[in-house]
């Protein structure tokens, strides 16, 4: 598998750190997502525990590091990550992880872990692992991989080396997005998936865009007073992969553009303008405002344990309590 474009520049930088033997115990890779984080770090991962790297750094695909590795039975590889979806990183994997760490590596290589996503550890398992990065093992890299960098202990995050990936060049993203998908409308999907690739890709893949019309017209429905909130709440909660609250704040952030008259090219869903100027006239901007403020405070809680269908319950009750005028 090739490097992906955008990921060029950082891709030599890593490649850099092995040319030179100052290939870092601990490495932060940070960016939005859909920028291929976990791809880039995987790929060095499988660099790193190359027998014969190629000359472009990547590694080899053919000796038996590689094909233990593609396997996915390298004894040099661990990834951690919650044990289930929506669970934390506990301090139980942390002390399993620091148990095979105080063993030595079983090839001539590196030893390598990929921590995903990193910002889910606990409390005590981000001490404990401050801890081990205090006094870290022989030949053993560490890479770190998040999406909200801040949330990780800042003494964690200072004992890093670290890639931050930011947006890539539109240009760059549109022509790499057109080889890999005949979508007629790419324009859109990364409009949709806020100029991440990949995450426009996999919408492309899904049909995402007819879920988020689907989605869009019971959200109309609802300040029509055509269809209830809580049993949109109810449907809603069964859609536990779609970023239905990314997509409600771009709605809500458009129908404050509308207002403004803006240009459609410059909304995040311009196929809905006619749709949202509809509402212009018929929403108090006050109210517009207060639920952009908790769409914001109740999108920092979806990787915790609350209650999802609740949230939506709360999030569309407020929708349809702002005052429509007749």
């Known amino acids: ?11 030599q930088h890593l490649c ?14 940070s960016g939005n997502k859909g920028l291929g984080k976990l791809q880039l770090a995987t790929q060095y991962a499988a660099a790193l525990l190359c027998i014969e790297p190629q000359q472009n750094g990547l590694a080899c695909n ?19 990550q919650p044990e289930e979806p929506g ?40 001490n404990a692992f ?32 670290k890639i931050v990936i930011n947006q890539p060049d539109k240009s ?4 790499w997005l057109k080889q890999h998908t005949n979508h007629d409308n790419v324009s859109l999907l990364l409009n949709l998936a806020q100029n991440s690739p990949l995450l426009a890709l996999n919408y492309a893949e899904e049909n995402t865009l007819s879920l988020r019309n689907d989605c869009f017209e019971a959200w109309m429905n609802i300040s029509r007073h055509r269809s209830h909130p809580v049993m949109v709440a109810e449907n809603w909660f069964k859609l536990s992969q779609a970023p239905l609250i990314t997509w409600i704040i771009t709605w809500v952030i458009d129908l404050i553009k509308c207002r403004y008259s803006i240009n459609a090219d410059d909304l995040y869903n311009p196929d809905l303008k006619d749709q949202l100027q509809s509402l212009v006239g018929k929403i108090e901007s006050k109210g517009l405002y207060k639920l952009y403020d908790l769409l914001l405070i109740r999108q920092r809680l979806l990787d915790t344990s609350i209650n999802k269908q609740s949230l939506f319950e709360e999030i569309l009750i407020t929708w349809a309590d702002l005052n429509l005028r007749k």
């Not at 850099?16 to 890779?29: H, M």
């Not at 990065?133 to 890093?160: D, F, G, H, M, N």
């Not at 760059?172 to 022509?175: D, G, K, V, Y």
Request: glycine residues 0%; aromatic residues 8%.
């Open 16 to 29: 850099d750190y092995s040319s030179q033997n100052r290939v870092p115990q601990t490495l932060l890779i």
């Open 87 to 126: 669970k934390t990183i506990t301090i139980g994997q942390i002390r399993q992880l620091i148990s095979r760490l105080t063993l030595k590596p079983q090839f001539d290589k590196y030893r390598v872990i990929i921590v995903y996503p990193a910002e889910l550890m606990n409390n005590a398992a981000a």
């Open 172 to 175: 760059i993203i549109n022509s």
């Open 1 to 11: 598998m090739s490097i992906l474009p955008w990921l060029q520049p950082h891709w």
């Open 130 to 161: 401050l801890k081990y990065l205090e006094e870290p093992t022989e030949r053993t890299v560490i890479i770190l991989i998040t999406e909200k960098p801040t949330r990780l202990l800042a003494t964690i995050v200072s004992r890093c080396q």
């Open 62 to 80: 053919h000796c038996n590091s590689c094909l233990l590795f593609k396997a996915q039975s390298h004894p040099d590889f661990i990834r951690l």
